[in-house]
């Protein structure tokens, strides 16, 4: 089993240079069988020159996750695989520092496409991903974006494989499955049944308890790196208890994201203690004032309002909000950043328009708190998001309204739907909260779903 991997940086080494994207797709010799893509807030400054490169900018990673945020998803997409890149060391290194610096040792074996394409396919000029591609007939229409080079990577890894004289050795999944430790009543036969597709999958006990909750686009695929050849004391731990596996098959990831997080949180498994809670501490929540300024504030999360923005600490909180006073052109004062009686500080240097003391009217201020809270939302206040369904005659569906998420279901794609009210009639109510948030603007942003219908 193989991981191909590829990500953009903010330039520079592993040292000063941070992860911009990153884009993984687990292979199996064959065929894809799992994806994670993402941006990732390097919570950095991205150069001019890097943004002229891969399109990336400043504000795309502003409202993605930080890299901790996205680090569990990686392990596990990566678990009992080998590291395929172009260049290797390059992407291999960057993550392994990332992972460094949260105090986990990212150990894999690597494969370099650049050292093993010199090696099984010599002439070339170049064997950069951007010459030797176009060179074997690989198209890449997003080059410099993690997903395009990775996929880039894919198919050269194909043909690579394809050459192969014993320098590569393909494994089937199943041939370095060992069935020690596996419980009592769980078998490979059982593993082997489970569907290929995309859905959250649920570990039991022998006592029918759930022990573990997960989602994947492949959950065969990802119950095999589960229960494989763990190395850690969970992974042993959860081998050996796992005497059932049930699955609930959405066809949607984006339905799968919002189900595993809702239920983690409700049945708290015993080894999702990590996802049981969300970890980002202090919210940015607003409000109107007796004036009629919407005013912004940070306070702890209560659990009970829903932020519309969080942040691990108050300093991470307020270095951010002033970025946005600063693009918005809002009030230091009304975003509880500045005390006084006498305006901001930046209205006594000419720079703030004077809310804070009336000079400006709420409606033109209000505009523009309005404009970063839309930002920091959905993009809008209601819409529908169609996705994939579980079989080709449905669709999954997701709403959003007044800013919230209201929850998930399917309808059949001839579906006779006159209004976009009448999508609630097939969905399954949830409960909206920062971590919801987060999955849905991740999946807008990345634009993975069929449709988006605003209303």
């Known amino acids: 089993m193989y991981v191909i991997v590829d990500i953009e940086t903010t330039g520079g080494n592993m040292k000063n240079g941070k992860i911009t994207e990153i884009a993984i797709y687990r292979y199996d010799g064959q065929q894809v069988v799992d994806e994670f893509v993402s941006l990732v ?108 080079d990775a996929l880039a990577t894919v198919k050269l890894f194909e043909i690579l494989l394809d050459k192969n004289n014993g320098l590569i050795n393909p494994e089937d999944p199943y041939k370095t499955f060992s069935a020690d430790g596996l419980h009592h009543q769980m078998s490979v036969e059982q593993i082997k049944a489970l569907p290929a597709q995309t859905g959250v999958y649920y570990m039991h006990n022998e006592q029918g308890e759930l022990i573990y909750i997960g989602k994947s686009k492949n959950i065969r695929s990802r119950i095999i790196t589960h229960l494989g050849n763990p190395r850690t004391k969970k992974g042993i731990e959860m081998k050996q208890n796992a005497a059932d596996i049930s699955c609930f098959i959405t066809g949607s990831e984006l339905v799968a994201l919002l189900k595993e997080s809702e239920e983690i949180k409700l049945e708290k498994p015993r080894y999702n203690r990590a996802q049981r809670r969300s970890k980002s501490k202090i919210g940015l929540y607003h409000y109107t004032d007796r004036n009629g300024y919407l005013r912004l504030t940070l306070k702890p999360n209560s659990g009970v309002d829903i932020p519309s923005a969080t942040f691990d600490t108050i300093q991470e909180g307020r270095e951010r909000l002033f970025q946005w006073i600063e693009e918005y052109e809002l009030c230091q004062q009304l975003c509880g950043l500045y005390d006084g009686k006498h305006g901001c500080f930046q209205y006594q240097l000419k720079t703030c328009k004077g809310a804070c003391v009336g000079e400006e009217s709420d409606l033109n201020y209000n505009r523009r708190v309005q404009a970063l809270l839309q930002k920091l939302s959905y993009g809008h206040s209601n819409l529908v998001i169609l996705d994939k369904g579980r079989n080709d005659s449905e669709m999954a569906v997701v709403v959003v309204e007044n800013g919230r998420y209201l929850g998930w279901g399917f309808i059949g794609e001839d579906a006779c739907i006159e209004s976009p009210e009448q999508f609630k009639d097939h969905i399954t109510f949830c409960h909206d909260n920062g971590d919801t948030r987060s999955i849905i603007s991740n999946y807008i942003r990345q634009k993975k779903y069929k449709k988006l219908i605003p209303y």
């Open 41 to 148: 807030n390097p919570e950095s400054y991205i150069p001019p020159f890097i943004t002229s490169l891969t399109g990336i900018t400043n504000e795309m990673v502003e409202s993605a996750p930080p890299f901790y945020q996205i680090a569990k998803d990686i392990v596990e997409i990566c678990k009992g695989a080998v590291f395929v890149a172009h260049n290797a060391a390059f992407d291999y290194n960057f993550i392994k520092e990332e992972f460094r610096n949260l105090g986990y040792s990212f150990e894999m074996p690597t494969i370099c496409t650049v050292k093993l394409a010199r090696q099984l396919l010599p002439g070339h000029a170049s064997y950069s991903l951007g010459k030797i591609c176009p060179e074997l007939g690989i198209g890449n229409e997003a080059r410099h974006r993690a997903a395009g």
